[in-house]
């Protein structure tokens, strides 16, 4: 199955039911994305994206339809995908080395075999030095590349990522963004990142898709042809520019839309 998609959402609906309550997320969402291939998700804040999110992850099933990873069905959490949240569940009482290899030791492999390899990525995500320190004295930032550390120490083939810098300050989420950047270019994992931020979301990846309002559906799909590696200096190019103007546009046009229709629904009550 090496030549099926890394991640495949196939007319996939989502319908969250409560009694007489009923949502529904996402309806007929398709994508498909390529391995080793970054994609970002924007959209309107409840438009669905980490409902869809976490049907790739396995945390819930859709209504209708059909999410496939590497071919196959999902049907539930596996380490070959992982998820990072906008704020990383970390052990308060291990230490940034302990909650970095928890991954690995939990699996019962042998010290020996991902001691070098943490030691190299806590290196990487700048923490060198901090390897005794607990989370509770950390900054935001540092708590959240000890979170991605100890997702890249795993080897995922597939990472998930649901705005995980959006509670960081702006300094900080550049920094962040660069760091993600430099990560991709040495592993080229399969990515999907979930963001309000155009710029971001431009910056990151190799294709960036536009959701509706609620129910969540792809409206528009944008590949970013700007060459990599890429800095954050890309993002004062004038094709970077061309394309956040496209986006700023659509999303514009689709919370004008959502505006007008939650007014009308307003009225007719
Ligand atoms: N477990 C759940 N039970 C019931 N409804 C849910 C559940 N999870 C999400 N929803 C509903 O589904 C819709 C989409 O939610 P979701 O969290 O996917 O949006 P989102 O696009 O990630 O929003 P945001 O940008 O604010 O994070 C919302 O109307 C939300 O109320
Ligand atoms: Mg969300």
């Known amino acids: ?3 099926a998609p890394a991640i495949a959402l196939e007319r996939v609906r989502k319908e969250f039911a409560k009694g007489e309550r009923r949502v529904l997320a ?14 970002a998700i924007l959209g309107p804040s409840g ?7 976490n049907m790739v992850a396995g945390f819930e099933g859709p209504t209708a339809g059909r999410v496939l990873a590497g071919g196959a069905p999902v049907d539930g959490p596996s380490p070959a995908r992982a998820v990072v949240f906008q704020e990383p569940a970390l052990f ?9 290899v928890f991954g690995p ?16 990525i806590i290196e990487q995500v700048g923490l060198s030095g901090f390897e005794s320190h607990y989370p509770a004295e950390l900054s ?11 997702v890249l120490v795993m080897q995922p083939q597939i990472m998930l990522m649901d705005e995980p810098f959006g509670a960081l300050d702006a300094q900080t989420r550049s920094l962040m963004q660069e760091l993600l950047l430099e990560v991709w270019e040495r592993h080229h994992q399969t990515v ?10 431009l910056l990151l990846a190799d294709r960036v898709c536009v959701m509706t309002a609620r129910p969540g559906r792809i409206k528009k799909t944008i590949r970013v042809a700007i060459p990599r590696p890429r800095s954050i200096e890309v993002t004062t ?17 689709e919370s004008l839309r959502a505006a007008a229709e939650s007014a009308r629904a307003g009225g007719a009550r």
């Open 1 to 3: 199955m090496s030549g």
């Open 26 to 39: 996402v309806d007929d969402v398709d994508l498909a994305v390529e391995q080793r291939e970054f994609t």
């Open 47 to 53: 438009c669905g994206k980490s409902t869809l999110l």
């Open 92 to 100: 308060p009482w291990l230490s940034v080395f302990d909650n970095v």
């Open 105 to 120: 030791k939990t699996q019962g492999k042998p010290a020996a075999e991902y001691r070098a390899g943490a030691a190299q």
């Open 140 to 150: 935001g930032g540092m708590r959240q590349r000890v979170g991605i550390a100890r």
């Open 192 to 201: 999907l990142f979930i963001t309000h931020d155009i710029e971001e979301a």
């Open 237 to 253: 190019s004038p094709e970077f520019n061309r394309l956040r103007a496209e986006v700023f546009a659509l999303i514009r046009e």
